[in-house]
T-cell receptor, first 112, second 112 residues
Framework: LAKTTQPISMDSYEGQEVNITCSHN???????ITWYQQFPSQGPRFIIQ???TKVTNEVASLFIPADRKSSTLSLPRVSLSDTAVYYC?????????????FGPGTRLSVLP | DGGITQSPKYLFRKEGQNVTLSCEQN?????MYWYRQDPGQGLRLIYY???????QKGDIAEGYSVSREKKESFPLTVTSAQKNPTAFYLC???????????FGDGTRLSIL
């Protein structure tokens, strides 16, 4: 089971780019990297998923180096509404759900 | 609109009582999951199910039970054996195990 390590918290200001890095040193060959966002009293929401190099969608980018031992979620020009907890997960679901472990996540606070 | 519906949003349990949390999805997803979240913590997996009439224990299954009689429904019963049931409970589904999960808005359970 690939364990992930993220910073517990981060602060940023509106309009800045935010990069949250996740370490996963024992990532397996078949593992994907998935990021979720969670607001208070709501369920997590899927942001982005990748396997290698770079993935971009309408809300974020995910950078994965060649060794895949870490990944960086990039949020361009954050706003106050991006204040949330961000979770990095690594796994392929091969063991039916047991491969996905939600750690404490990174609490991002966006300041005006 | 497709999605996951959890009910009720708030639930109160008396000592020694069993309570059942509802989770329904109309996404035609095969896999469904139950998580528990305590304040300031990540999500912990209680039970998961890949197909109808089959489910597996997660990391913290003691004091909980589930059923999967229909593809759309995955109710969770918090039994009186669960000594510390106060938490935020989240249900999720995915097309198959390993795919990004879609979450409901949760049920907050408290003890009277």
């Amino acid at each position: 089971l690939a364990k992930t390590t993220q910073p517990i918290s981060m602060d940023s200001y509106e309009g800045q780019e935010v990069n949250i890095t996740c370490s996963h040193n024992n990532i397996a060959t078949n593992d994907y990297i998935t990021w979720y966002q969670q607001f208070p009293s709501q369920g997590p929401r899927f942001i982005i998923q990748g396997y290698k190099t770079k993935v971009t969608n309408e809300v974020a980018s995910l950078f994965i180096p060649a060794d895949r031992k870490s990944s960086t979620l990039s949020l361009p020009r954050v706003s106050l509404s991006d204040t949330a907890v961000y979770y990095c997960l690594v796994g392929d679901g091969g063991d039916y759900g047991q491969n996905f472990v939600f750690g404490p996540g990174t609490r991002l606070s966006v300041l005006p | 609109d497709g999605g996951i519906t959890q009910s009720p949003k708030y639930l109160f349990r008396k000592e020694g009582q069993n309570v059942t949390l509802s989770c329904e999805q109309n996404l035609n997803h095969d896999a469904m999951y139950w998580y528990r979240q305590d304040p300031g913590q990540g999500l912990r997996l209680i039970y998961y199910s890949q197909i109808v009439n089959d489910f597996q224990k997660g990391d913290i299954a003691e004091g909980y039970s589930v059923s999967r009689e229909k593809k759309e429904s995955f109710p969770l019963t918090v039994t009186s054996a669960q000594k510390n049931p106060t938490a935020f409970y989240l249900c999720a589904s995915s097309k198959r195990d390993g795919q990004p999960q879609h979450f409901g808005d949760g049920t907050r359970l408290s003890i009277l």
